[in-house]
């Protein structure tokens, strides 16, 4: 079996149902949590989007365009994650969304993220200094999307103004080798990032 093979078996075992993704969006919604999926095709965003207040675009679809204009057309505020891409494909697709909507005129309907798509990074790579350039270069709002170890650069990320941090989560990071279990925040760590920022 090819390693492109055993990559998609793999990473198929954890994809959630259509019945299980609304399923856990009524949940959240019945908590009074807002629910979020990133949106990965067309397809989906048309039996997700009635759960969704805005839209997360993930780092590997920041080019395509045709989800990209399908998501502009539906005003609602969209998160970008910027791992992958240089700054002309980020100026590129800012722009793209523009000319589809004014709507994204409004700083705070479009958000780019931060983001070094490496598992986990060192915190020297987590260029942080990207989300007050984002908000310079392109008016609008800027986050943080972490893959390091630890709250340090999320923490750091705060105090140069993000509007969002986007963080994996898990119960136990010790309790399964998948490399996204390093870079994962435990409840505790929620709970002291929470303190620090209100610090």
Known sequence: MNFKRKRFEHFKRFELRKDQHIELAKICLDSGLDYNSSIWSVEQLDWVDNYLKFYKVGSGDLTNFPLIKELSLRNKPILLSTGLSDESEIKSTVDFIRIQNSFYNDPKNLC?????????????????????????NYNCLSGYSDHTIGIKALTIASLLGSNVLEFHFTDNPNNNSFRDHQISLTVDDVKKLKELIKE
């Open 112 to 136: 780019l993220l931060q983001c070094t798509s490496m598992y986990p990074i060192p915190e020297k790579e987590a260029n942080l200094k990207c989300i007050q350039i984002f908000k310079k």
